[in-house]
Each structure stands twice: as structure tokens, then as C-alpha cells.
């Protein structure tokens, strides 16, 4: 059985800039949430102050726990890829291996559209075909994007050997309030992430739905359903790779030339993820 309201999860990553909204909607819709994170929260006494590389750290924090939600994670932005191999690959098999030790129910795993290996190429290979969804091939090229095609294998792993249910979450960049120029810089023609975004509110709601859904194993990408460009999608991208891959859903463009290249739709139908926050929006609170 799913954990349903009242259950205790325990969050990886709490104190970060996603795990705080995370943790704020976990609140809210009535769990008791134990937070997890290397660096300090003020004025909560469930939380504990630690590693994901630290099996003592992980073991209290999931005690008694029924469910497990993990965002700790190194960024690509001012690490190694060394370190960010280790602590994103290592800490996912550590958090698994704890929560199954735990009897932990349901591990939501954050996993990232960067799985895919679109983001950090250093070989430029454009997708299978267009929209990509859940079923599109991981190919990923860099330490960051084969940490999270790794860390989904390693849940699989455990699911397979009798581990806790597995939902796993693939969003698109979560884009946080920025300013116009970080914008500009986002909608360069070359940007790894293709212009695609997501709200941490957004993120956050579908977290919630994930802890509760009935399922064994499953795997779903989060994204905003249009880009942060105000030019068509398809337009940009053949002027990006100078030919396009297959076009599975023409009618997506055609109802929305500025459409994302990533498909939540099995999200909405699953999770009931139907993002309420445009870029415009989030531009407006800078």
C-alpha cells in the first residue's frame, strides 16, 4: 500500500532550494516529514543534519519511516565531475540500500530530463524523435546526466530484489525566479536543456502525488507544457541541429507552436500534473 496522509516521509535534500518546497506540500497535505540535508535547518527538531553518504545519517533519518522522498544531489554548477559521479551515484545506492533496510514502502527518486542525454553533449546527437517521452533511450554523456540514468537503474535494482515501490521523477529544469538577463542566457540556441522549465510549486505538487500513487514501479518527466521561448519549438530546433528527428505528436506543435520538447502527458494522466505557473509569472516575482 501506498503511504497516504499522517505517514512519516523522510526527505533527502530538504534544506535545499527544491527540497523546501518539497517539504513545505509534504506538510501541508498532513505527512510528518523528517528532513535530511548537510546543511542546517533552524526550528525544526525532526530534522537531522547529515549525508547521504553517511549510512548512520540515513538510518536515523528513515527510521520508522514509510516513505522515502530523495533530491540530495550535487549540481553540474561549481563541482567536479568526479565528485558529482560519486556522491549523486553512490548516495542513490546508500539511500536505497537504507530505506530497504528501513522497510520503507515508497522511494520517490529524483532523476532528471538530463537522463536522456540531451543536456551537457559534448557530441551533438539530437533525440529519436520529438515529443520525447518516458520510453525514449538514455544516452547520456557527462558525469551529472549518467548519475541520474545510474541512480534510476539502482532503484529498478532494489525494486527488482524486493526493495520499496519506486516512482521516479524526471523534471525538467526547475526554474526558480530569475532575472531577464538569466533568462536571455537560458534561451540561447544551443542550451542544454532546450528552453524547457518547470515551477519548484509545480515539482512539488506532483512529489506529493508520487508518495501516494499506486504503483510497483514507475517513471514520469515533469516540465511546464511550453518552452521559455515566445518562437515556435520545432522552428528553433531545426535551426539548432539543421534536420529533425521524428515528429511522433504533430498535433502538439500544431495547438502550440511553442510546445516543450519533453512529454508530461503521462504525468497528467498518472499524477494528476497539470502545471499552474507560466515563466512570465515567475519572471514577474524577480
Known amino acids: ?3 497516504t496522509s499522517g505517514a512519516r516521509v523522510a526527505v533527502t535534500g530538504s534544506n535545499g532550494r527544491l527540497g523546501r518546497y518539497i517539504t513545505r ?3 501541508a497535505a498532513g505527512y510528518d516529514v523528517v528532513g535530511l540535508d548537510r546543511t542546517p535547518a533552524a526550528d525544526d527538531p525532526s530534522f537531522i543534519q547529515g549525508s547521504i553518504l553517511d549510512a548512520d545519517c540515513l538510518a536515523a533519518a ?5 516513505a522515502v522522498v530523495h533530491t540530495a544531489a550535487l549540481l553540474s554548477r561549481g563541482n567536479t565531475q568526479a565528485d558529482i559521479f560519486e556522491v549523486n551515484t553512490r548516495g542513490t545506492w546508500m539511500v536505497f540500500d537504507a530505506a530497504t533496510r528501513a522497510g520503507v514502502s515508497r522511494v520517490v527518486s529524483f532523476s532528471s530530463e538530463c537522463a536522456v542525454g540531451q543536456c551537457f553533449q559534448r557530441v551533438v546527437r539530437p533525440p529519436r524523435y520529438l515529443p520525447i517521452d518516458e520510453d525514449h533511450p538514455l544516452e547520456p554523456q557527462d558525469a551529472y546526466s549518467l548519475s541520474k540514468q545510474l541512480g534510476e537503474s539502482i532503484a529498478a535494482g532494489f525494486r527488482r530484489a524486493g526493495g520499496p515501490s ?12 530569475i532575472t531577464q538577463a538569466d533568462l536571455a ?3 540561447a540556441l544551443d542550451h542544454g536543456d532546450m528552453w524547457c522549465y518547470v515551477a519548484p510549486a509545480d515539482v512539488a505538487a506532483a512529489t506529493v502525488a508520487a508518495v501516494k500513487l499506486d504503483t510497483a514501479f514507475d517513471t514520469f518527466f515533469l516540465g511546464a507544457p511550453n518552452t521559455l521561448c515566445e518562437e515556435p519549438t520545432l522552428q528553433r530546433l531545426h535551426t539548432r541541429w539543421g534536420t529533425m528527428p521524428e ?5 502538439l506543435y500544431a495547438d502550440d507552436p511553442t510546445a516543450s520538447v ?3 502527458s503521462k504525468a497528467r494522466e498518472k499524477l494528476g500534473f497539470a ?3 507560466d515563466w512570465r509569472t515567475l519572471l514577474a516575482q524577480t
Open 247 to 251: 515528429l511522433r505528436r504533430p498535433d
Open 62 to 66: 528513515f527510521a520508522g519511516a514509510d
Open 262 to 264: 519533453y512529454d508530461s
Open 166 to 177: 519506486v516512482v521516479i521523477l524526471r523534471p525538467t529544469w526547475v526554474m526558480f525566479p
Open 185 to 187: 542566457a537560458r534561451r
Open 1 to 3: 500500500m501506498s503511504p
Open 275 to 277: 502545471p499552474t505557473r
Open 25 to 27: 506540500a509534504l506538510k
